[in-house]
């Protein structure tokens, strides 16, 4: 192995491009290698709790995302069917106080987007699709769907959940389906912000299991 370890990142995901941002700043040799050509601003709503804040600090993006983001006063979980409160967990002021860190909703988007400034261009490499990762011992050989072969000491995959290191260490696993539904519906801020749609800030309602 080099003196310094050539770090390869496979995906710049929220993952990714926080691991590899934080090696960067401890002198690592980092190159992250994302299948998407570029990004746009996809998603929509995601939580962040102050475990990840003091990360993002780290990064140097906290008080950025503060500003961004929404401070919900609490977490609401409510029946899915009645409405009835089944649980409160303060955020906010609480959050800070408690665990020393802000707890935000926020955009993906726009999250994923800082963490993107955060990296030099010249440590990623974009529409890199990784296809094959072989443990040669005094390297690790990354084959990419483009025909290019790169090489590192060392290989985080970052790759999400369809994740092809994943497959390449532990072979083929089919998502299981776990009898759980998610609905989700994106408002417009403005019909938000004038009261027109009454609810609480940050709730989630119990799920229903199929059986
Ligand atoms: C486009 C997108 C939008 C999302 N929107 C939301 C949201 O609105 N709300 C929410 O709660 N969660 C959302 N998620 C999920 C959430 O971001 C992730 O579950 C969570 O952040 C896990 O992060 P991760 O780094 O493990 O993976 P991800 O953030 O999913 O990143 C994985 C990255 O790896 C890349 N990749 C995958 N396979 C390869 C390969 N073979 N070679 C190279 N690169 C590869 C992907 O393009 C992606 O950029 C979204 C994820 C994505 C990718």
């Known amino acids: 192995m080099s003196k310094t370890p050539r770090i390869a990142v496979i995906g710049a995901?929220?993952?990714?491009?926080?691991?590899?941002?934080?090696?960067?700043?401890?002198?690592?040799?980092v190159r992250v290698y994302e299948q998407a050509p570029s990004f746009a601003r996809l998603g929509a709503g995601i939580h962040v709790g102050p475990n990840v804040m003091k990360i993002m600090r780290r990064i140097g993006i906290e008080d950025v995302m503060n500003a961004q983001g929404s401070h919900p006063e609490c977490w609401y979980s409510r029946h899915w069917?009645?409405?009835?409160?089944?649980?409160?967990?303060?955020?906010?002021?609480?959050?800070?106080?408690?665990?020393?860190?802000?707890?935000?909703?926020?955009?993906?988007?726009?999250?994923?987007?800082?963490?993107?400034?955060?990296l030099p261009s010249s440590a990623v490499a974009f529409g890199k699709f990784l296809t094959r990762i072989e443990d040669l011992g005094h390297v690790v050989r990354m084959e990419f769907a483009d025909g290019s072969v790169e090489e590192a000491d060392l290989v985080i995959g970052a790759d999400g959940v369809n994740s092809r290191?994943?497959?390449?260490?532990?072979?083929?696993?089919?998502?299981?389906?776990?009898?759980?539904?998610?609905?989700?519906?994106?408002?417009?801020?403005?019909?938000?912000?004038?009261?027109?749609?009454?609810?609480?800030a940050c709730v989630n309602g119990g799920a229903k299991t199929a059986t």
């Open 13 to 29: 995901g929220l993952g990714g491009a926080s691991a590899a941002a934080l090696l960067l700043q401890d002198g690592f040799d």
């Open 81 to 118: 069917e009645t409405g009835d409160v089944l649980a409160r967990i303060p955020l906010g002021a609480h959050a800070v106080k408690e665990y020393g860190a802000s707890y935000l909703t926020v955009h993906r988007g726009d999250f994923h987007a800082l963490l993107m400034k955060a």
């Open 165 to 200: 290191i994943r497959e390449e260490l532990l072979g083929h696993e089919p998502p299981k389906y776990a009898g759980y539904l998610a609905h989700r519906a994106v408002f417009p801020t403005p019909a938000v912000k004038a009261g027109m749609l009454p609810f609480d």
